[in-house]
């Protein structure tokens, strides 16, 4: 068939596939899609229409594979492959982004910003050797500092011995350049005051915590109010009665808490079990309780349980079936009521952790999403706090969820005996359990913590900072 003909039938392929698109026609725009991509695996359009398709049905493994191989189609181009990594990457499927990185890598000199995203790629994948490296490249080439955070993440791949080491240097004078946007300079400086940990000197990492949180809370303030009436308003509402379960088979796994008490770590050695599955921060909860809530659908029992199911689709995605599914978004506590709607069958864990040594670990990372500004100043920690505390006695009060509490203290003293009961409540069989190295990717600001071995060092490190940071008092001991 001559080139033009075949580019024609190309072509009416995509636009069909555009329309059914339209029309929601899932299973036909698929087909016409896998027929277009048969004859032209480098098709821009329908390569990304279909990742598209199947990010949607949660569907991640068939996507990411499919922008990988339209990645080797342009040739593991850097420009290209630089859009399918971060793709990927948001479809949590690391290994996939990183032997993607790892070929255009063998292939070309790509940009500092591709060097930047392969040494975030290997940083979630646990190998900080390599995201070192890879981070060091990029700052060799020139990245921009300004905008890429490369600095902060250097911090985050190794534990300091003393501040000899170069990267103090370099922390030190981009943190105090006051060209750099506040923003960035912030950045650095929580990667600083980690490294200033790290060799025990507290009195430079409280110093440089207050600057760097200053930078933070005054281009990003967290409005109390706003947050108050967020809780009463959740207090308020009512979700129609539970319509049965999605699947028999099907358990998901809730845990939360604060942020920083533990919830990465829990989740993480929690899913280290052959029928568990770890679907990090998925995000897909919230999604789904906003729009229920902005749509006035709480009590309509036919959007609850359609709601089931998208969230299952998402949770149970298309890799090797389990029956515990983990999603590890800590702030899923606002929205506990349509879980308990949505899934009589779940097991809800809740992290705690000393208040003192929460705010402190609170103020000592660097967020990457709005819903955490209230990280940067220790009367909005407090608030917060409150606010959190009200809602979590609420839901305990009205709602049926099975809830289990793991104390952050228990966990790094006895992990074995911590995970036993967390595997016993949620009805794992113990003996099932996979090998540490089975572990999946972590995205979360818990990354470098969660891949250490567990232990008890951050226990009361409030104590360290009290003299540095008198704010902590006003926090109650447990």
């Not at 690391?94 to 500092?112: G, H, I």
């Not at 490296?133 to 985050?156: C, E, I, K, N, P």
């Not at 000899?164 to 300079?185: C, E, K, L, N, T």
């Not at 606002?334 to 705010?359: E, K, W």
């Amino acid at each position: 068939m001559p080139a033009a003909a075949t580019s024609n039938i190309i072509e009416a392929g995509f636009a069909l596939a555009l329309e059914l698109w339209e029309q929601s026609d899932v299973a036909r725009c698929e087909a016409v899609l896998r027929d277009v991509l048969a004859r032209a695996p480098a098709h821009e359009g329908a390569a990304w229409l279909f990742a598209k398709l199947m990010q949607t049905q949660g569907r991640l493994d068939t996507a990411s594979a499919r922008v990988f191989e339209w990645a080797r189609a342009r040739g593991f181009a850097p420009e290209h492959s630089l859009r399918a990594v971060e793709f990927i990457r948001q479809c949590q499927r690391q290994a996939v982004a990183d032997d993607l990185c790892e070929a255009t890598l063998a292939r070309y000199s790509p940009s500092p910003a591709f060097l930047a995203l392969a040494g975030h790629v290997a940083r979630e994948i646990g190998d900080f050797d390599r995201a070192r490296a890879r981070y060091l490249a990029a700052l060799d080439a020139g990245v921009d500092s300004d905008t890429s955070f490369v600095l902060g993440a250097l911090a985050h791949t190794l534990r300091y011995e003393n501040a000899s080491h170069p990267d103090f240097s370099r922390f030190i004078g981009h943190f105090d350049d006051a060209r750099v946007s506040a923003r960035a300079r912030a950045a650095t400086g929580f990667g600083l005051a980690k490294a200033y940990d790290d060799i025990g000197d507290y009195a430079a990492a409280a110093r440089t915590l207050r600057k760097a949180n200053a930078l933070v809370h005054a281009q990003q303030p967290w409005p109390a109010a706003a947050w108050r009436e967020f809780v009463a308003r959740r207090m308020r509402e009512r979700v129609a009665g539970p319509r049965g379960s999605v699947s028999a088979d099907f358990v998901p796994v809730f845990v939360l808490g604060l942020p920083r008490t533990g919830t990465t770590l829990t989740a993480t050695r929690l899913a280290r079990h052959a029928r568990a599955r770890d679907r990090g921060e998925l995000r897909t909860l919230r999604f789904i309780a906003e729009r229920l809530i902005a749509g006035n659908h709480l009590e309509d029992a036919n959007a609850i349980e359609e709601a089931a199911a998208l969230y299952f689709a998402h949770a149970r995605q298309d890799d090797a079936p389990a029956m515990w599914y983990i999603d590890q978004d800590p702030l899923n506590f606002r929205y506990l009521h349509v879980v308990a709607a949505m899934f009589p069958q779940a097991r809800v864990i809740i992290c705690t952790r000393a208040p003192r040594d929460t705010a402190l670990s609170l103020w000592s990372q660097d967020f990457a999403h709005v819903d955490c500004a209230f990280a940067y100043d220790f009367s909005d920690i407090a608030a917060y706090m409150s606010g959190y505390a009200a809602l979590l006695k609420h839901w305990r009060d009205t709602l049926a969820l099975q809830i289990h509490t793991s104390a952050y203290a228990d966990f790094v003293s006895d992990p074995d005996a911590a995970l036993a009961a967390m595997r016993k409540f949620a009805g794992m069989p113990e003996a099932q359990a996979t090998p540490a190295d089975a572990a999946g990717p972590i995205n979360t600001s818990s990354v470098w913590q969660a891949r250490q071995p567990v232990y008890s060092r951050s226990l009361e490190r409030w104590r360290k900072y009290a003299s540095f940071v008198p704010e902590l008092m006003q926090f109650e001991p447990n």
